[in-house]
């Protein structure tokens, strides 16, 4: 793809802006996504952090849940991150009654897992396809990633705990790089867009 790819931000609930912006900085015409139609517009897909019960609840009601399944298992670029991350989990450890997943990557999440120590804290992740350094991560309420399967690559571990992974065209990430003005897990996810298309 040699045009600027456009990339959607799911914008149901969550930290829809940060991502926005942070697209635009990584070279992607970033818009915000609310309406099954809107899928047939864009490259790729950023799921953001937020409360992933809500996003799930949310997505029912929008008609959103059963075109972004198709979409995603169709082979559209996704990333995810916190919440976003559980979204793309093809199983959640302890779900809320009713919470369901979009799917996409061959993972088992435990929600709010860094949660009990630590309610927020940032630390600095090597994350393979990530050149110049760790990135600085925002964990907030944040999952990590109990098992994946044998299609699922580890990107980065923090404390032993899996916290960044890649299935195919799906990236997910249990902390938030779009609140700290480093855009290279931005630009990672834009690539991988520019070079499924
Ligand atoms: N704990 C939240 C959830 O379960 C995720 C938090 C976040 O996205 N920062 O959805």
């Given at each position: 793809m040699t045009r600027t790819p456009t990339i959607g931000v799911l914008a149901l609930q969550g930290d829809v802006r940060e991502h926005l912006t942070a697209l635009a900085a990584a070279d992607a015409a970033a818009v915000p996504v609310r309406r099954p139609?809107?899928?047939?517009?864009?490259?790729g897909l950023v799921l953001p952090g937020g409360e992933s019960t809500t996003i799930s609840k949310l997505a029912a009601l929008f008609g959103l849940s059963e075109p972004l399944r198709a979409a995603i298992s169709g082979g559209l670029p996704v990333y995810g991150t916190c919440a976003g991350l559980i979204m793309l989990a093809d199983k959640i450890l302890d779900p809320r009654s009713g919470q369901e997943t979009f799917g996409g990557i061959d993972m088992i999440v435990r929600r709010?897992?860094?949660?009990?120590?630590?309610?927020s804290f940032e630390a600095f992740v090597d994350v393979r396809?990530?050149?110049g350094g760790p990135v600085e991560g925002v964990f907030i309420r944040a999952p990590w990633v109990e098992s994946v399967g044998a299609r699922a690559e580890v990107l980065a571990e923090h404390e032993g705990h899996v916290v960044a992974v890649r299935q195919d065209r799906v990236l997910a990430t249990s902390f938030h790089p779009e609140l700290t003005g480093d855009h290279r897990v931005h630009e990672l996810f834009v690539d991988m867009v520019r070079t499924s298309g």
């Open positions: 139609e809107e899928l047939a517009a864009i490259d709010n897992a860094f949660g009990r120590q630590n309610e396809g990530v050149v």
